[in-house]
């Protein structure tokens, strides 16, 4: 079978200005959220990404209809008479386990399998369906299938044990149109829910406390549609930023909000790039030579994010001095390390830690992205390496990013995607 690659040609310095995408990890609930509501929802700033085709899908299957032109999706809630999703929508992405609280919330009934999605280790749902428990949900298993009913679907009082980001999105989207309250603590904080939160509310649900550690929801009779606008995506905003920190040069970012990526914003800050910020822009100099940065923990929001650790890894390959990562969210998210040694890094893993030591310079390589921000941590590191490095798994970026190759190539890059034969392949996996 023929396979599209990505051939990067690093060493380019990027300059220049681009708007950011609409945010993957906000669009997707708020997709699924849709399902609450009687009349027609309108989104705007939805990124184009095979993520939120595949969300589009599930809706279609369920009944509804749902349209995408450009970054527009218009969702419309007549038809909506299934209860199943088909297992190969399931695994198509984790954030099929998104539409578990809008169905129990709408159909009192649910279907699904265990969801797929990057592999960073176990990604159990044991948290989703302990918390669907206390609000009156029957659940049985039963050949593969995890079948949910709730004649009685009612608030309740939930501690999360941990800050799990989807279950405290399923508990919200279950909780607006249940009977009573519902206060949810040890939430997570993470702004994409308060912008599902900002969403529901709009549409006629009762939010407080959505991007804070206790969440209370006021149950509603009924939801009525909305237009929205998608919070800008803060993982593909720092992306860029890495991959000009890591390639050299100026870029400018529109369409940001700075105040949620502080954090990492912080940790570029240390490795010596000079960044602005102006309302919704930010700028990024990358002139002069990057500096290890000593100790980078991934934590749930506000501290440095999981989905960021693979860009910053990246980045700090070549910066001069020695820095460490502790990966704390998820067991197995280093499958991006083995690659970049690929391209000449000096990185030694061990269970959740990652030590960094900076070379003088990367190399182009034949590497293969595992994961999603693993795979755009390779294409950041490409930018800055000399030569040529052929990318592969491109399923994986184009899950999250809205025409990477071209956002990359207007700021200056050069990165062009081909299709290349299986005998071409297997040619390349020999000279690899
Ligand atoms: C979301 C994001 C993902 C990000 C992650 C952490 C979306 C679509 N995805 O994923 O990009 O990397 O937050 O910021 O928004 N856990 C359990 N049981 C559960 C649920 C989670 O043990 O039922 C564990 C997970 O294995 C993980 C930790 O909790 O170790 C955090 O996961 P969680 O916050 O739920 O991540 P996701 O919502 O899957």
Same mark, same amino acid.
């Given at each position: 079978?023929?396979?599209? *690659? ?36 309108? $989104? ?95 659940? =049985? ?29 399923? *508990? ?16 997570? =904080? ?38 929205? +606008? ?51 822009? *930010? ?14 923990? +991934? ?41 970049? $040694? ?5 990185? =030694? ?49 184009? =899950? ?33």
């Amino acid at each position: 079978m023929a396979e599209e *690659i990505l051939r990067i040609t690093g060493g380019q310095k990027l300059r220049g200005e681009i708007t950011v995408q609409g945010a993957k990890n906000s669009a997707l609930p708020i997709m699924a959220a849709a399902l609450l509501c009687s009349g027609e929802t309108v $989104l705007h700033n939805v990124p184009r990404l095979t993520d939120v085709y595949a969300a589009s899908r599930i809706l279609n299957h369920l009944g509804m209809r749902c349209k995408m032109e450009e970054t527009t999706a218009v969702i419309s809630p007549e038809g909506l008479t299934q209860t199943e999703i088909p297992d190969a929508d399931m695994r198509a992405m984790r954030s099929s386990v998104m539409f578990l609280g809008p169905m129990l919330g709408r159909l009192r009934a649910c279907v699904i399998t265990m969801p797929g999605g990057c592999e960073l280790g176990p990604r159990p749902i044991d948290l989703h369906l302990d918390a669907m428990r206390q609000m009156g949900v029957q659940i =049985r298993e039963s050949q593969g299938k995890i079948i949910c009913t709730a004649e009685h679907l009612h608030g309740a009082r939930i501690p999360l044990p941990i800050p799990s980001v989807g279950a405290t999105e399923n *508990i919200i989207t279950a909780a607006v149109l249940a009977e009573g309250e519902t206060v949810l603590t040890n939430a997570a =904080r993470e702004p994409e829910i308060a912008d599902l939160a900002a969403f529901l509310n709009q549409c006629g649900a009762r939010i407080t406390g959505a991007g804070e550690g206790t969440v209370v929801i006021e149950g509603v009779k009924s939801l009525h549609g909305t237009e929205y +606008t998608v919070m800008p995506d803060r993982i593909a905003a720092y992306t860029w930023l890495c991959t000009c920190a890591a390639a050299g040069g100026t870029v400018c970012l529109k369409g940001t909000a700075p105040r949620d990526m502080e954090s990492s914003l912080a940790v570029l800050r240390a490795a010596g790039c000079r960044l602005g910020i102006c309302r919704d822009r *930010i700028y990024l100099d990358s002139s002069q030579p990057l500096r290890s940065v000593r100790y980078i923990r +991934t934590m749930p929001y506000p501290a440095f994010p999981t989905d960021a650790q693979a860009l910053i890894c990246a980045v700090l390959c070549t910066a001069q001095g020695t820095g460490m990562i502790e990966e704390t969210v998820f067991e197995s998210r280093y499958k991006h390390v083995g690659e970049l $040694l690929r391209m000449g890094a000096d990185i =030694r893993v061990s269970g959740r830690t990652a030590v960094i030591t900076g070379v003088r310079s990367l190399h182009g390589a034949s590497v293969e992205a595992m994961d999603l921000r693993g795979g755009a941590a390779l294409a950041a590191a490409a930018a800055g390496a000399e030569g040529e490095t052929v990318l592969r798994g491109l399923h994986h970026l184009d =899950r999250g990013y809205d025409r990477f190759a071209e956002t990359f190539n207007s700021l200056g890059g050069i990165a062009k995607r081909t299709l290349i034969s299986a005998s071409e392949r297997e040619k390349n996996a020999l000279n690899a």
